[in-house]
């Protein structure tokens, strides 16, 4: 992880500034935090010290079972906060985020501003809107596993994960993830290759046709 100090910070503050999410000046307090793909960004279990503002890159939401199982749940995208959960909950059990690029977020700490950003109106009328359509877009992933063929669901995966063009996720968290058997997952991905929609490289697959890729998930939005 690395933190933005002097002209790079300047920069990422004013080209990407949410200070009007805010009636405090957080913009005194707040760092810039920068995350390699596959970094923790939050440790499972471990409470952050930030509440982090994401405004590049992409990351993934892991939860461990009591069976010691471990899913993905969701995806943190830009403008997505993370630790938001923690900061509205004096208790609560934190999940494991995970860039899945590079990904810069900036990070007010909690110690530091909790009970001002409790008080501070304009931000959780902000943070209320966010939070539900978080909860709208899960209830709508759900109704999409049963509405919709592997092969759109699928095709909206790649996309979310590839990283410059590369995409390498793990069969079985794909096939957790989406609700579909092994051989399925397979076959859909066996027809990509053949479509040339990705290219198999090793262990991981190039894609190849984005627009083909983009038809398929665009259904999922259009609905």
Known sequence: MEIYTGEKKRLYMEKYSIAYLFSLPVEEIMEVHEYQRDEWIIQEGTRPNFLFYVIEGKAKIYVTHQNG???????????????????????????GIQASTKTICFALPISSCRTQLMEDAKFLRELTKFLSVKATLMATRYSQSLAFPLENRFADFILQLADDGIYKEKHVTVCDYLGVSYRHLLHVLTQFCEKGYLQKEGRYYQIKQYDSLYELAEVLKNK
């Open 69 to 95: 199982k471990v899913s993905l749940i969701n995806f943190i995208n830009a403008n997505d906060y993370i630790g938001e959960m923690e900061l509205l909950n004096e208790v609560y059990y934190t999940k």
